[in-house]
T-cell receptor
């Protein structure tokens, strides 16, 4: 197991287009998280899953954003009708049920909306 | 409403000296705290953690101190090494949740 994988690493899209990112967590981890990081800020929580159930969504996750984790394995994050303000690094992380030791993050997907 | 604050955007240190990175928080319901290190073009990497019931945790060159009354935690790196150049984030977890709230980060730089 090579850790948390995210694909693609970079994505440039035109405003108004839809984009989808994929995350493959560490296989033994039950929980999967999506965070967003903009320049000069720390990661901001977007949503998390326990197995296939989406248990919490941030108010940052507008109705243009949707996340899924079918079968409790990989996850996808889709952004519809992208806006320039969506430009950010999208980080996926996973953890065991006990999150006392934090998460293991992937390398992220950098989205640029032009 | 920034519940976790890192007021120093950057810190410069000489090799071999101590680095002290600070973090303040506002919510007394945080029950677990973490420090992460982030290199460019990589995701954050877990460094060290501390429970709210403790005031100190050590792991090699890294020690985290928690002062609950002041709502303050700090990360000490002794001795500092050039490979420690990175952005350091503190993060805090609300009790009863699995969500960590991150600070804005402090960039550790080395003086020649």
């Amino acid at each position: 197991d090579t850790g948390v994988s995210q694909d693609p690493r970079h994505k440039i899209t035109k405003r108004g287009q839809n984009v989808t990112f994929r995350c493959d967590p560490i296989s033994e981890h039950n929980r999967l998280y999506w965070y967003r990081q903009t320049l000069g800020q720390g990661p901001e929580f977007l949503t998390y899953f326990q197995n296939e159930a989406q248990l919490e969504k941030s108010r940052l996750l507008s109705d243009r954003f949707s996340a899924e984790r079918p079968k409790g394995s990989f996850s996808t994050l889709e952004i519809q009708r992208t806006e320039q303000g969506d430009s950010a690094m999208y980080l996926c992380a996973s953890s065991f049920l006990d999150s006392n030791y934090g998460y293991t993050f992937g390398s992220g997907t950098r989205l640029t909306v032009v | 409403d920034q519940q976790v604050k890192q007021n120093s955007p950057s810190l410069s240190v000489q090799e071999g000296r101590i680095s002290i990175l600070n973090c303040d928080y506002t919510n007394s319901m945080f029950d677990y705290f973490l420090w992460y290190k982030k290199y460019p073009a990589e995701g954050p990497t877990f460094l060290i953690s501390i429970s709210s019931i403790k005031d100190k945790n050590e792991d090699g060159r890294f020690t985290v101190f928690l002062n609950k009354s002041a709502k303050h935690l700090s990360l000490h790196i002794v001795p500092s090494q050039p490979g420690d150049s990175a952005v350091y984030f503190c993060a805090a977890r609300l009790g009863g949740t699995y969500k960590y709230i991150f600070g804005t980060g402090t960039r550790l730089k080395f003086l020649a």
